[in-house]
């Protein structure tokens, strides 16, 4: 219930303030407007501004926040690791590959794709590879997993700089921006599929958090309790990747959410993931709509990345984890 209010209050807030402030009331009359199909009432500066722009940006965000953290909690219950993330894979620079190269050369390179649509194939091959290399004798561990998904990462990212210094002066500062993270262009066309792949995998992660809480106590553990470890590894790294290529091809690279978001809440509401889950989405949503509106309105009337502002909470947020009592082992 606090949780579900504190979304509803950052949300409206997010909505209200940037370069032209819009009251509350003004804000509630566009919505119910248009949620009504009454739209044609309202002035047309305040639905561009509320109903097209803000809205949707608003809720961009918060999906994009939500994906992030469960892919963050899946990552670091797969790995029995709490400072994975869901880049650790190397997923997000295969997304950013695929990205930059339609920003540098267009979107003939990669079979006339879009930029989003390019980010997610990128995903998914760096992801079939990890899978791939990552796997021994029919059976894959964390350990290789992170090695294998390190080593293509650092692949991606070399292709990634190769593009970048083949781009235009103008292009430059454009797949900067979008590598840090933004969610500048979220419209309402573009939110159905992160959307859609946010909650199907929440649900799914949800379903599994018995196996989750059994992994974590160790493999023995979670085979004594019926867990099938490698279909089960297998499922949380597909779901995990997913979400994380998602959220890359509709925001670009948002550092830190992942990272920070389930850490911080495993230490309000503990390790159980039957808890854990779905507080790291709520919290993870209302995170993101507060720094996307903090990197719209800091410098307003120009925007920056949100991993400047992301990284800007994650870095003493760690040194205070390292200085606290539940951060040392």
């Given amino acids: 219930m606090v949780m579900g209010a504190a979304i509803l209050v950052t949300a409206v807030v997010a909505v209200c303030f940037g370069s032209v402030n819009v009251g509350i009331d003004r804000v509630i009359g566009v919505v119910w407007a248009n949620v009504t199909g009454e739209s044609s009432a309202v002035d047309s500066i305040y639905q561009k501004i509320v109903w097209e722009l803000r809205v949707p940006r608003v809720l961009m965000a918060g999906v994009v926040g939500a994906a992030l953290a469960l892919a963050g909690a899946a990552l670091q219950g797969l790995l029995r690791n709490p400072l994975a993330d869901p880049y650790i894979v190397g997923v997000s620079s295969g997304a950013s590959l695929g990205a930059v190269l339609v920003m540098t050369f267009g979107s003939s390179v990669i079979f006339g794709l879009t930029t989003p649509a390019a980010a997610f194939v990128g995903a998914l091959v760096i992801l079939v590879l990890v899978f791939a290399f990552a796997q021994r004798s029919g059976n894959f561990t964390d350990m290789r997993l992170v090695l294998s998904g390190v080593a293509l990462g650092y692949v991606a990212m070399a292709g990634t700089s ?124 209302i995170f993101l709509i507060a720094v996307d509106l903090v990197a719209r309105t800091v410098g307003s009337p120009n925007e920056y990345p949100l991993t400047i502002f992301t990284a800007l909470v994650g870095g003493p947020f760690f040194l205070w984890l390292m200085r606290s009592p539940e951060g040392r082992t």
Avoid at 192 to 213: D, E, F, K
């Fill in 162 to 285: 190769f593009a970048q210094l083949q781009a235009e002066p103008g292009q430059v500062r454009g797949i900067l921006f979008w590598m840090m993270g933004s969610v500048a262009g979220a419209r309402w066309e573009g939110l159905l599929l992160p959307t859609i792949v946010m909650v199907l995998a929440g649900a799914w992660l949800l379903s599994q958090a018995r196996g989750l809480n059994a992994l974590a106590l160790g493999d023995d553990d979670a085979v004594a309790v019926g867990v099938n470890l490698r279909r089960f590894r297998l499922g949380l790294l597909i779901v995990a990747a997913l979400l994380t290529a998602v959220t890359v091809a509709v925001a670009g690279g948002v550092g830190f959410v992942g990272l920070i978001i389930p850490h911080a809440v495993r230490m309000i509401v503990g390790a159980d993931y039957r808890r854990l889950l779905p507080v790291a989405a709520l919290a993870g949503a």
